[in-house]
């Protein structure tokens, strides 16, 4: 049961509502829960278009309203207000206003909550929760009127498995206002003092994207209360701090911005300069790490803040991440392992879009799930686990923060990915970085992180995993991605030592190897593309990809297709004339390998790439993965052992600081 007061809470406000300061509809969804989502000019005065639905903006005052079917509008008044419309509901069940209450009863020492409403006109205040199954049930209601702040006391005990806490404002006779609303701290078996964060973001060439992030953080004010510094750890060859603007962002910092410009490292070799920085400092008890290309949700650094605070041990808290050109689209929520085959992957459902369906109509969302690690475009990592663990691995870019995440939990220390905190991010939905450069950083940091923290003999299934992707890329001609993953394994038989050396010199190697490989050359201009031997390949595509190969039928065609790649002969129009252009999506592993020369679209659609049969080639570099495959199996324990004495030092701060020699100054 709730208690109803009308008294203003005192206590610390753990999440505050919060609407969009971008006029952007594909946002609200967000943030606001509307009968209809949808866009229209305004040519006239608003109240005229009778019949009309939707969010809109308002070419007057710039205004983010919402027409309804009367006519009348409702409107973001600012950060913190919203206007309801007389005979209207609007509810606040959403991504960013609902409170995940199950997430606070797993892990944080708060028992009770505080949602403190403060309104302006005579309505309804209606509370309710969710449980794990996503049944709605209403907690509570308040009638009101005038300028009042309304106060409910919110139980935590109820949310085992999941459940969110929400409410709605509904209008009578007359508009209805909320000036602003808080979910505050209630009863807790903890008073923690209120921390502080250092952040750091790792940039290589995305300065327009960086120099917003930095400009957004710091328009905000509260925020920046509780922040120590923002370190800036520039990679790239075209610097942040020659873009126009920069210096006016700068100076709004209150010396708070420090850039720092280093030798490309990575994303790992940034992120350690960062938490080292933030180390030495000594002020701040988090880092937080933010990737460049995003946008955030600058609320979402309070909560995560709010989050760590009440904590009844040291966690790491994630925020999750949004599509940044799809913006109502949550691309990943939960992320985890499986253990056999040693991979990431996510927990959830992935590409939710909120504009089709909300908070309250999707019954998963109410479910909590428990992340095993989060990615570094946001996570907030306790400066006393970094002082006690070291920093990342040095991996250059993919599996440090998951690495991190696993370190952390044979620490003791927990991941959570906290709804409500969020970023919009650049997605991989338009990549596909296991053919390219990345190939080799792919396969060689999962080995890694496999002899650190793989619970199997061997590693379990991750070898024969490992050679399946080799063997689908052979076939698919992408000879490329597998001379790379083939280094990715010579790397690992070599041992730890050159880890910290091979950060500076791998990627320069990486790409020399990449240029002998013709398929991995871009053709950009069509109009330089080679002549199609089928002008219409639609057919004879289909005519495979409707019979992808399955159970006993997958073995004998692996041999025979494998064979022919092996010992087939290579046609003499092979380097001049594909068979067909495929586009990205078509480009299966079990409809390429039936060609000898094909065109494939990237992911991107920007280029294709030209694909070639190459059986002497083939062969090679299909001998080296099966040798490699018994190599590290047979080494597998040796490696382990060696692996995980040189853990420490391999994390540690000094030998991250002669790494850091070949960097620069800070600015």
Same mark, same amino acid.
């Given at each position: 049961?709730?208690?109803?007061?009308?008294?203003?809470?005192?206590r610390?406000?753990?999440?505050?509502?919060?609407? $969009?300061?971008?006029?952007?509809p594909?946002?609200?969804?967000?943030?606001? &829960?509307?009968?209809?989502?949808?866009t229209? $000019?305004?040519?006239?005065?608003a109240?005229?278009? #009778?019949?009309?639905?939707?969010?809109?903006?308002?070419?007057?005052?710039?205004?983010?309203?919402?027409?309804?079917?009367?006519?009348?509008v409702?409107?973001?008044e600012?950060?913190?207000?919203?206007?309801v419309?007389?005979?209207?509901?609007?509810?606040?069940?959403?991504?960013?206003?609902?409170?995940?209450?199950?997430?606070?009863?797993?892990?944080?020492?708060?028992?009770?909550?505080?949602?403190?409403?403060?309104?302006?006109?005579?309505?309804?205040?209606?509370?309710?929760?969710?449980?794990?199954?996503?049944?709605?049930?209403?907690?509570?209601?308040?009638?009101?009127?005038?300028?009042?702040?309304?106060?409910? &006391?919110?139980?935590?005990?109820?949310?085992?498995?999941?459940?969110?806490?929400?409410?709605?404002?509904?209008?009578?006779?007359?508009?209805?206002?909320?000036?602003?609303?808080?979910?505050?701290?209630?009863?807790?078996?903890?008073?923690?003092?209120?921390?502080?964060?250092?952040v750091?973001?790792?940039?290589?060439?995305?300065?327009?994207?960086?120099?917003?992030?930095?400009?957004?953080?710091?328009?905000?004010?509260?925020?920046?209360n509780?922040?120590?510094?923002?370190?800036?750890?520039?990679?790239?060859?075209?610097?942040?701090?020659?873009?126009?603007?920069?210096?006016?962002?700068?100076?709004?910092?209150?010396? /708070? =911005?420090?850039?720092?410009?280093?030798?490309?490292?990575?994303?790992?070799?940034?992120?350690?300069r960062?938490?080292?920085?933030?180390?030495?400092?000594?002020?701040?008890?988090?880092?937080?790490?933010?990737?460049?290309d995003?946008?955030?949700?600058?609320?979402?650094?309070?909560?995560?803040?709010?989050?760590?605070?009440?904590?009844?041990?040291?966690?790491?808290v *994630?925020?999750?991440?949004?599509?940044?050109?799809?913006?109502? /689209?949550?691309?990943?929520? #939960?992320? *985890?392992?499986?253990?056999?085959?040693?991979?990431?992957?996510?927990?959830?459902?992935?590409?939710?879009d909120?504009a089709?369906?909300?908070?309250?109509?999707?019954?998963?969302?109410?479910?909590?799930?428990?992340?095993?690690?989060?990615?570094?475009?946001?996570?907030?990592?306790p400066?006393?686990?970094?002082?006690?663990?070291?920093?990342?691995?040095p991996?250059?870019?993919?599996?440090?923060?998951?690495?991190?995440?696993?370190?952390?939990?044979?620490?003791?220390?927990?991941?959570?990915?906290?709804?409500?905190?969020?970023?919009?991010?650049?997605?991989?939905?338009? /990549? %596909?970085?296991?053919?390219?450069?990345?190939?080799?950083?792919? !396969?060689?940091?999962? +080995?890694? !992180?496999?002899?650190?923290?793989?619970?199997?003999?061997?590693?379990?299934g991750?070898?024969?995993?490992?050679?399946?992707?080799?063997?689908?890329?052979?076939?698919?001609?992408?000879?490329?991605?597998?001379?790379?993953?083939? %280094?990715?394994?010579?790397?690992?038989?070599?041992?730890?030592?050159?880890?910290?050396?091979?950060?500076?010199?791998?990627m320069?190697?990486?790409?020399?190897?990449?240029?002998?490989?013709?398929?991995?050359?871009?053709?950009? &201009?069509?109009?330089?593309?080679?002549?199609?031997? =089928?002008?219409?390949?639609?057919?004879?595509?289909?005519?495979?990809?409707?019979? !992808?190969?399955?159970?006993? *039928?997958?073995?004998?065609? =692996?041999?025979?297709t494998?064979?022919?790649?092996?010992?087939?002969?290579?046609?003499?129009?092979?380097?001049?004339?594909?068979?067909?252009?495929?586009?990205?999506?078509?480009?299966?592993?079990?409809?390429?390998?039936?060609?000898r020369?094909? +065109?494939?679209?990237?992911?991107?659609?920007?280029?294709?790439?030209?694909?070639?049969?190459?059986?002497?080639?083939?062969?090679s570099?299909?001998?080296?993965?099966?040798?490699?495959?018994?190599?590290?199996?047979?080494?597998?324990?040796?490696?382990?052992?060696?692996?995980?004495?040189?853990?420490?030092? +391999? @994390?540690?701060?000094?030998?991250?600081?002669?790494?850091?020699?070949?960097?620069?100054? @800070? /600015?």
């Amino acid at each position: 049961m709730s208690k109803v007061t009308t008294q203003p809470s005192a206590r610390e406000a753990l999440q505050r509502v919060i609407f $969009p300061k971008e006029h952007d509809p594909d946002l609200l969804p967000l943030y606001v &829960d509307a009968d209809f989502w949808g866009t229209v $000019p305004v040519y006239e005065d608003a109240g005229t278009k #009778a019949g009309q639905r939707g969010f809109i903006h308002d070419a007057t005052d710039s205004a983010v309203v919402r027409l309804t079917e009367r006519g009348v509008v409702s409107s973001i008044e600012g950060e913190r207000g919203f206007s309801v419309p007389q005979e209207s509901r609007v509810s606040f069940g959403t991504y960013f206003n609902a409170f995940p209450a199950s997430y606070w009863q797993k892990w944080s020492t708060v028992q009770s909550v505080e949602l403190s409403v403060d309104t302006r006109g005579t309505g309804l205040v209606i509370v309710y929760r969710s449980n794990a199954r996503g049944v709605v049930q209403r907690v509570s209601s308040r009638a009101v009127s005038g300028e009042q702040s309304t106060t409910f &006391d919110l139980d935590l005990t109820l949310f085992g498995d999941g459940g969110w806490y929400w409410f709605d404002l509904v209008a009578e006779h007359e508009e209805f206002a909320l000036v602003e609303a808080n979910w505050f701290a209630g009863e807790s078996t903890a008073t923690p003092t209120a921390p502080s964060a250092s952040v750091a973001i790792t940039t290589f060439n995305r300065g327009t994207y960086c120099l917003q992030l930095i400009r957004d953080i710091f328009a905000n004010t509260t925020v920046v209360n509780n922040l120590d510094a923002v370190y800036v750890i520039d990679q790239g060859t075209e610097k942040l701090s020659e873009l126009e603007g920069f210096a006016d962002v700068a100076a709004a910092s209150g010396g /708070k =911005l420090v850039v720092i410009e280093q030798a490309n490292l990575g994303g790992s070799g940034g992120f350690s300069r960062g938490m080292h920085e933030t180390v030495t400092a000594g002020n701040s008890d988090f880092v937080l790490l933010l990737d460049d290309d995003i946008a955030i949700e600058a609320e979402s650094i309070l909560r995560a803040l709010k989050f760590a605070q009440y904590q009844a041990q040291r966690t790491i808290v *994630g925020g999750h991440m949004f599509d940044m050109y799809d913006r109502s /689209k949550l691309h990943a929520f #939960a992320e *985890g392992f499986t253990g056999w085959n040693f991979m990431w992957g996510s927990l959830s459902p992935n590409r939710h879009d909120f504009a089709q369906s909300n908070l309250r109509q999707t019954k998963w969302l109410h479910r909590r799930i428990d992340s095993e690690y989060n990615g570094w475009w946001m996570s907030l990592i306790p400066v006393s686990l970094v002082k006690e663990m070291g920093y990342s691995l040095p991996m250059f870019i993919k599996w440090d923060d998951a690495e991190f995440a696993l370190r952390a939990r044979d620490h003791g220390v927990k991941t959570v990915s906290l709804p409500g905190a969020a970023v919009w991010h650049v997605s991989w939905v338009d /990549k %596909d970085d296991t053919q390219d450069w990345q190939a080799f950083f792919h !396969a060689r940091n999962r +080995l890694v !992180a496999a002899l650190l923290h793989s619970r199997h003999a061997k590693g379990g299934g991750l070898g024969r995993h490992n050679f399946a992707i080799d063997f689908k890329h052979l076939l698919s001609m992408q000879y490329f991605a597998v001379a790379a993953r083939l %280094d990715a394994y010579k790397s690992v038989l070599d041992g730890p030592e050159g880890l910290h050396e091979d950060i500076r010199t791998r990627m320069p190697r990486v790409r020399q190897l990449a240029a002998a490989h013709p398929e991995t050359m871009p053709i950009r &201009d069509r109009s330089t593309a080679p002549r199609l031997v =089928l002008e219409s390949g639609i057919s004879e595509m289909k005519r495979f990809s409707r019979y !992808a190969p399955r159970g006993r *039928g997958l073995g004998t065609w =692996l041999v025979k297709t494998a064979l022919s790649h092996a010992f087939g002969r290579s046609s003499a129009n092979d380097d001049r004339e594909p068979e067909l252009h495929l586009a990205f999506e078509d480009a299966r592993w079990w409809v390429v390998p039936n060609f000898r020369s094909v +065109l494939v679209s990237n992911a991107e659609g920007s280029a294709m790439h030209w694909h070639r049969r190459d059986p002497r080639l083939f062969r090679s570099l299909l001998w080296r993965s099966i040798t490699s495959y018994f190599t590290l199996r047979r080494r597998w324990a040796t490696l382990r052992r060696d692996y995980r004495q040189a853990l420490p030092t +391999l @994390a540690s701060a000094e030998e991250w600081q002669k790494t850091f020699a070949a960097g620069g100054q @800070a /600015k």
